[in-house]
């Protein structure tokens, strides 16, 4: 579904990925662990088209993407709750949700997603007409990954959705994680530092070191590798 | 006309000079809400207003002269006002499509460049002495015993103006596309992840306002008789932004109530101060500093006056409870 290939990524002069080369299937949740910096948003950038890449190919679905503009990528099915949710806090949570459905002319299957999204994440529904600013983190990571599942994506792109938020909140939403891959049958590429709860939710993995992809496994070969075990899971 | 209006009684000059000054504030808060458009909700910083302003006034009066007398008064009203406002959104275009799609502060520049070089620009190309124009009277011939008359249709039209602007930007704040407007102003890249075009939706905005205030520039030229480059200065771009920041970015009411204090407040140092004109830098200066202590968000920060009464009624009914 989504292939990247030998993709390099610069900041000016200075090289954050380099010849990075990853495969995403349809139905899967695929992970992409790594410390600090190694280049993990960079690489979810990228594949968004806020990032163009100087080197490589990112294929969707058989279509050439890199390059195009985010705002198109995102009409062909790969939407992404980016790193720190980056919520709108001066629009309502609902404001926040319709902002997703953007693209989507026809009312009643934005209300449709609507319905979906809130019974996925029911206290969205019950803050409807708060300020989205006036959420916990943990709720604003909701309603980011709502917003998300609002443009109606084949391909979700989850840059650390536990990043700091109260442990409890981060096993409901990856609980709520799975029932999306499961229940919508939305592909998930989830991004994390957090390798132990990563690593127990997805099928396949891949581990990135200062932009480069050292590392590609089955996740429970992963749990068991050594040097997964040292570096990640110590 | 001077010599006339001198001889008529004094209730009949009161009356002309408060439609004057009310038309004169409707004006500024045509002005300032379409720069509140902008500043405000679309949270560009532009320092050009004045010179879309100056386009809606100019297109206006040369295109007043250069049509055929005879044609239908309202006419060639409508008409002369629709092409200055097209002339302001053509320069609106020009300088608004190559810099919003940079980031940061180059608007800032670039608009106060064009707003200040639109005006030298024009008039020295213009040869006249002194540089200007006199726009033809297209409503009807004006005399002393009709001026207030004239005042007074220029007063409904610019308060139907006003109430259509907001009626206008209170509509898109609420709409799909004016959502997206709040969106992209709080965060450019969230927004484009969810299908918006920041570049579109900041040009489409920033067209808005041009456009408003080429409508505002037009009318002016039609009341006033008379359009110079003197009118346009970079004075008027710091009254305007006054109000805006006085009425609060985001503000409808904010906006309103500002145009009027600080036309009010002009009006009344400028009896204190007499023959000294210059009163009014420093009374910006002072609002400014004042503005800056006591409401940095301004009058009612991004609210409106009704959720001020509504919050105030709250708690006094929660006060006279306790
Ligand atoms: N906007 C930026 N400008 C310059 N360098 C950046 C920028 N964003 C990230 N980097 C650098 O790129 C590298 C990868 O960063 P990032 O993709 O954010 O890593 P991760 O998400 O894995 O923590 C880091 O060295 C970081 O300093
Ligand atoms: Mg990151």
């Not at chain 1, 891949?206 to 570096?231: F, H, M, S």
């Not at chain 2, 050009?48 to 302003?53: D, N, T």
């Not at chain 2, 602007?165 to 969106?183: D, F, K, Q």
Request: aromatic share 8%; net charge positive.
């Amino acid at each position: 579904m989504l292939i990247l290939e030998d993709v390099d990524v610069y900041y000016g002069n200075v090289q954050a990925l380099h010849g990075v080369s990853l495969r995403v299937e349809e139905g899967e949740i695929v992970t992409l662990i790594g410390s600090n910096g190694a280049g993990k948003t960079t690489t979810l950038r990228t594949i968004s088209g806020l990032q163009s890449p100087r080197a490589g190919k990112i294929t969707f679905c058989g279509q050439r993407i890199d390059g195009m503009p985010a705002e198109k990528i995102v009409g062909l099915g790969i939407a992404q709750s980016p790193e720190g949710r980056r919520i709108f806090t001066n629009l309502t949570v609902r404001e926040n949700l319709q902002m997703g459905a953007y693209l989507e002319r026809d009312k009643s299957k934005v209300r449709e997603r609507l319905e979906r999204v809130e019974a996925l994440f029911p206290r969205l529904q019950e803050r409807a007409s708060q300020p989205g600013g006036t959420l916990s983190g943990g709720e604003q990571q909701m309603l980011a990954i709502g917003r998300a599942l609002m443009t109606g994506p084949r391909l979700l792109l989850l840059d650390e959705p536990s990043l700091g938020i109260a442990p409890i909140l981060v096993q409901e939403i990856f609980r709520e994680i799975e029932r999306i891959n499961r229940e919508l049958g939305t592909t998930i590429l989830l991004v994390e530092q957090n390798a132990h709860i990563a690593l127990r939710l997805a099928q396949r993995g891949y581990v990135l070191e200062t932009g480069r992809i050292v590392l590609e496994d089955a996740c429970p070969a992963l749990q068991k590798n050594p040097q997964v075990r040292e570096a990640y899971l110590g | 006309m001077d010599a006339g209006v001198l001889q008529l009684p004094l209730a009949i000059k009161l009356d002309l000079w408060l439609t004057d000054q009310v038309i004169l504030v409707g004006l500024f808060a045509l002005l300032a809400l379409s720069l509140n458009l902008i500043n405000g909700w679309g949270r560009m910083f532009s320092l050009g207003h004045h010179g879309f302003y100056f386009l809606g006034a100019y297109g206006a009066a040369w295109l007043t002269a250069a049509l055929p007398t005879g044609l239908p008064g309202a006419l060639v009203f409508v008409t002369t006002c629709l092409f200055g406002m097209l002339v302001a959104t053509a320069g609106g275009l020009l300088i608004g499509v190559p810099c919003l799609r940079l980031r940061g502060d180059y608007l800032a520049i670039a608009t106060l460049g064009f707003g200040e070089g639109v005006r030298l620009v024009i008039s020295n190309a213009d040869v006249r002495v002194p540089p200007g124009f006199t726009v033809p009277r297209v409503l009807f011939e004006v005399n002393s015993s009709n001026l207030l008359m004239y005042r007074l249709l220029f007063l409904g039209i610019v308060i139907l103006l006003v109430v259509g602007v907001v009626l206008l930007i209170r509509n898109y704040v609420r709409s799909s596309a004016g959502r997206a407007m709040l969106a992209v102003a709080q965060d450019e890249r969230a927004a484009g992840l969810l299908g918006i075009n920041p570049t579109g939706s900041k040009v489409l905005v920033f067209l808005m306002g041009s456009a408003i205030a080429g409508l505002a520039g037009a009318v002016y030229a039609h009341y006033s008789g008379s359009v110079a480059p003197k009118d346009f200065e970079f004075v008027l771009m710091v009254t305007i932004f006054l109000i805006v920041v006085l009425g609060g970015l985001g503000s409808i009411s904010g906006c309103i109530l500002a145009a009027f204090l600080l036309r009010a407040t002009e009006r009344g140092l400028g009896m204190v101060g007499g023959v000294v004109s210059e009163w009014w830098q420093v009374e910006f200066a002072l609002i400014l500093i004042l503005l800056m202590i006591f409401r940095p968000n301004g009058i009612f920060g991004p609210r409106e006056l009704t959720d001020v009464i509504r919050d105030w009624r709250q708690r006094r009914r929660a006060g006279s409870k306790a």
